[in-house]
């Protein structure tokens, strides 16, 4: 049964966890108040707004042997995605804040004796280093992009560094010499509480910055003799040598080209997901028959990124190279929070319709026809929360009508459920969620319709832009391969257990709305993009007709609570809380309740989760004023 502490990872004991225990309702008004009594005991949160402290002490170390005195540091898997920061910096911040930013370079050494192993890796860290009044800005990026390095690349580049392994690249490429090995990390700073309010990256402490230090986790060490003569640590060359164990066997590094390969093939619908990873390339003929329905669909049209939000950032970005940065966006559909923040800040900016209702699509095309062109429409199908789904057919015959890219975020309903790529340009997806399921690694996808107008413009400009292979760390492109092999299975329980869940949901006089596919009132939208045979999807909202019902629901419930979605847990959050605390009125002018309840569906026994939901509910009932009798 779930028994998670205030500020525990979850899953427990997972040193890169991607949610955290917020087991109570005051608990997530705690957070989003940053009170002392709910921030100072996160051992983790969400990644792009809770750094890792694995990052937090490598930036530690590298501001302390590199920057100037009280500065802080952020890092990034490549020198181009730091450069990128320091672009959007100087474009919003004072000059006097933003001429203060630094960057630094560093790479593998290989010169030193052992390193060949570690090659194949390219562990390579870039770090921006700026003044404490430059932080708000530099973790808007952070947040907004998804650019920022993994836990476990700062995790192993930072072994790299205590041990001398590492030396400073110059921006000409040039070796300015090894770092000196240095056994003993700085203690990661203490700062004041927190502002309030959910734009995280305002924070200067909280999920960021934690009052005590902490070292992460090291890999057990190998008994060896040939790694103590390398002169490479054994927890580096542990991790050099097995990127991961699981299931009694052991990955060596050569694997990490063939679990790419995987991912994509998995991600097209074209490969069985328990095939075992192999040397042998596999044949391109295999893509023909894949559940996208596009014959002509190929692996390399089929890229990874760091997270989801990542895919999209990047998407979006390679629209304005294609098509130029003159055109505004569309932002179709209540948005996941960075989504719209990308499209106003990355490009001239975006128009919003939050309903994603046919009215909508009417006044869009009145504004087509007036004249107005646009670059893209960015959807989510369905919508988070409320799992709206827009009509992408009619979308289509705009898009083609009037010359505009359709990106489909398709994480919710995922592509075991769904097909959308044959109605959009880009399908994006968030691969932490569901296709992972095991809330310790994140990851995303986008994918190009080969039969798009733009195809070619896009493929040119991944060509020269994305950096695939160095900014998707291999210790978690191994972790995303294993973790997505029993996808499909996975999505056949989720999928019967959420419509269980929702029955009993209906049954209650407590509840005023439940909001999933089978049951809205664009279920049709839905329906037009189901693959034959498949389900709704695993995610639920629902809203009580009093708040204090809602609340004390919310409390008593036994799952996991905290923020994500898609894991093989049921995971339950009063996600407008979290999301848009500072703006709930805003969400409500769009039907957003400021108490909606979110309940992402597992694998647990559907009888037990029945049972569990029925119990919350009962409990709630006997409540009185959100206490539990």
């Known amino acids: 049964m779930p028994d998670f502490d205030l500020g525990e990872s979850i899953p427990p004991d997972t040193a890169h966890a ?14 989003e108040e940053g009170e002392d009594w709910v921030v100072n005991r996160m051992a983790t949160g969400y990644p792009r707004f809770f750094i890792h ?43 006097a804040v933003s001429a203060a930013l630094e960057t630094v370079h560093l790479v593998l050494d290989r010169t030193k004796p052992g390193t060949e192993a570690l090659a194949p890796l390219s562990p390579a860290i870039s770090a921006v280093i700026f003044p404490q009044d430059a932080y708000p800005f530099v973790k808007q990026y952070w947040q907004h992009t998804g650019d920022g390095a993994s836990s476990r690349r700062a995790e192993f580049c930072h072994g790299l560094l205590k041990e001398g392994l590492l030396r400073l ?94 991912i994509k093939r998995r991600i097209a619908g074209a490969l069985r997901s328990d095939r075992e990873l192999s040397m042998t390339p596999l044949p391109e003929r295999e893509m023909e028959s894949n559940t996208r329905g596009i014959a002509n669909l190929r692996e390399d ?11 999209i950032f990047n998407a979006h970005r390679a629209l304005l190279g294609a098509r130029g940065g003159h055109l505004k966006s569309i932002n179709f559909g209540f948005p996941y929070v960075d989504t719209l923040k990308i499209l106003e800040k990355f ?86 969620k569901i296709f992972s399921g095991d809330c310790n690694v994140m990851g995303g996808s986008a994918v190009l319709n080969p039969n798009g107008r733009y195809y070619r413009a896009l493929k040119d400009f991944a060509r020269a832009e994305f950096e695939e292979k160095d900014s998707y760390w291999p210790e978690d492109v191994m972790f995303m391969e294993r973790n997505s092999r029993d996808f499909a299975s996975r999505i056949d329980r989720i999928n019967s257990n959420a419509e269980a869940i929702c029955e009993a949901l209906r049954q209650s006089p407590l509840i005023k709305s439940i909001f999933y596919p089978k049951f809205n009132e664009s279920r049709a939208n839905y329906e037009a993009c189901k693959v034959p045979g498949a389900g709704y999807g695993g995610l639920i909202s629902v809203v009580f ?40 009125d805003w969400a409500e002018g769009f039907g957003v309740d400021r108490d909606l309840i979110r309940i992402s569906v597992g694998l647990e026994a559907t009888e037990h989760l029945v049972s569990v939901f029925k119990a919350a509910l009962d409990a709630a009932g006997k409540s009185s004023n959100g206490q539990l009798e």
């Open 18 to 31: 991607v949610s955290v225990s917020l087991p109570t309702w005051r608990s997530n008004v705690g957070y």
């Open 53 to 95: 402290k694995s990052i937090q002490i490598l930036a530690s170390d590298i501001v302390a042997r590199f920057g100037p005195k009280d500065a802080r540091a952020l890092l990034f898997p490549t020198r181009k995605t730091a450069a990128r920061c320091v672009e959007f910096v100087k474009r919003l911040a004072p000059p």
């Open 169 to 262: 690249d110059d921006d000409d490429g040039a070796s300015r010499g090894s770092v000196p090995a240095s056994p003993v990390s700085p203690a990661v700073p203490s700062s004041p509480k927190p502002c309030r309010g959910p734009r995280r990256y305002q924070r200067p402490a909280s999920f960021d910055m934690p009052k005590a230090p902490a070292t992460p986790p090291s890999p057990p060490p190998q008994n060896n003799s040939s790694d103590r003569d390398s002169g490479i640590g054994p927890d580096i060359q542990e991790t050099s040598r097995f990127l991961e164990e699981r299931f009694g066997r052991n990955l060596d590094v050569s694997f990490v080209e063939p679990a790419r390969s995987a």
């Open 301 to 311: 049209d089929v890229y990874l990124f760091s997270c989801g939000m990542n895919a």
């Open 347 to 432: 490009g001239p900016g975006c128009v919003f319709y939050g309903h994603a209702s046919e009215a909508d699509l009417d006044d869009l095309e009145r504004r087509l026809q007036g004249g107005e062109r646009f670059l893209a429409l960015f959807c989510e199908f369905p919508g988070n929360p409320l799992l709206t789904c827009p009509n992408l057919v009619r979308i289509r015959q705009l898009a083609d009508a009037y010359d505009f890219a359709v990106v489909v975020d398709e994480t919710i309903g995922t592509f075991a459920n769904i097909n959308v790529l044959p109605y959009a340009d880009v399908v994006a997806s968030s691969l932490t």
């Open 545 to 584: 007709h009093r708040c204090e019902h809602a609340m004390a629901f919310y409390d008593v419930l036994n799952t996991a609570k905290g923020p994500s979605l898609g894991t093989n847990f049921t995971l339950t959050s009063p996600y407008v809380l979290l999301a848009h605390y500072q703006e709930l």
